[in-house]
C-alpha cells in the first residue's frame, strides 16, 4: 500500500479510543496502511507544558458528555473510566515492545487494552488488575512485564513520544498523512480527504 496515516495513540485518551473504532474502517475504504505509533500522552504533555483538557471541571463534563455522543453516532460502546485519569506508561511501553518484538500479537493487545479502558473499564492503574486484564487477552502477564523492561522498548516508545513534539503533536490522537497533521478523533473526516487526495 502506498497510502499510510500514522496514528499517534495513547490508552488514556477516551477521544483515541472513539477514533480507533472508526479509522480502520476509513483506512480500509481508500486501501491505505495504518501505521501504528504508540507515544506517551503524558510526555507530550510535559515536554510542551501542557495538561488535559480535563484539568478544566467546565471542560471536562461537557467533554464527557460530547464522547457519549459520538460514541452513539458511531455505533460503539462507550463507558466512562472511573478510575481515570490512568498512567499508561506501562500499557504504552507494551504496545511499543509488541509493535518491535513481536508486532502479529499488537491487534489483539489494542483492542484488549482499548477495552479494559473505554468499554468495560478496569483499573489499570493497579498492576494486579494489568496482568489480570492481560491475562483474560491471552498474553502472559510475566513475558509482558519482561518485555515493558526492555531497553529497547523504553527507548522506542521516548524516540516516537519525542518524534511526535518535533512534528507538531500537542494530543492525542493524532494523524499524520505525509506532511499533514490532524488532531481529534473530530477531524477524521479531514484524514479521510487526505488519503483520498494521496497519490
Do not use: C
Amino acid at each position: 500500500m502506498s497510502k499510510r496515516v500514522e496514528f499517534f495513540f495513547d490508552f488514556g485518551s477516551p477521544t483515541t479510543y472513539l477514533a480507533y473504532t472508526q479509522l480502520p474502517r476509513i483506512a480500509a475504504a481508500r486501501k491505505a496502511e495504518i501505521v501504528w505509533r504508540p507515544f506517551l500522552l503524558g510526555g507530550v504533555f510535559k515536554t510542551i507544558n501542557s495538561a488535559s483538557p480535563v484539568t478544566i471541571p467546565a471542560k471536562g463534563r461537557w467533554m464527557f458528555d460530547d464522547m457519549a455522543r459520538w460514541a452513539k453516532r458511531y455505533g460503539v460502546p462507550f463507558a466512562m473510566n472511573p478510575h481515570f485519569p490512568v498512567n499508561t506508561l506501562a500499557l504504552m511501553r507494551g504496545a511499543a515492545g509488541l509493535q518491535l518484538k513481536r508486532p502479529q500479537d499488537l491487534a489483539r493487545y489494542l483492542e484488549t487494552m482499548f477495552t479494559a479502558m473505554w468499554v468495560k473499564p478496569r483499573n489499570l492503574n493497579e498492576p494486579a488488575e494489568i496482568a489480570a486484564v492481560l491475562k483474560e487477552g491471552g498474553f502472559n502477564p510475566k513475558e509482558m512485564i519482561d518485555l515493558t523492561a526492555d531497553q529497547a522498548v523504553k527507548d522506542k516508545l521516548k524516540a516516537n513520544t519525542d518524534e511526535a513534539v518535533a512534528r507538531g503533536a500537542f494530543g492525542a490522537p493524532t494523524f499524520f498523512v505525509g506532511q499533514d497533521m490532524f488532531w481529534g478523533q473530530d477531524r477524521l473526516n479531514f484524514v479521510a480527504e487526505a488519503l483520498d487526495a494521496a497519490a
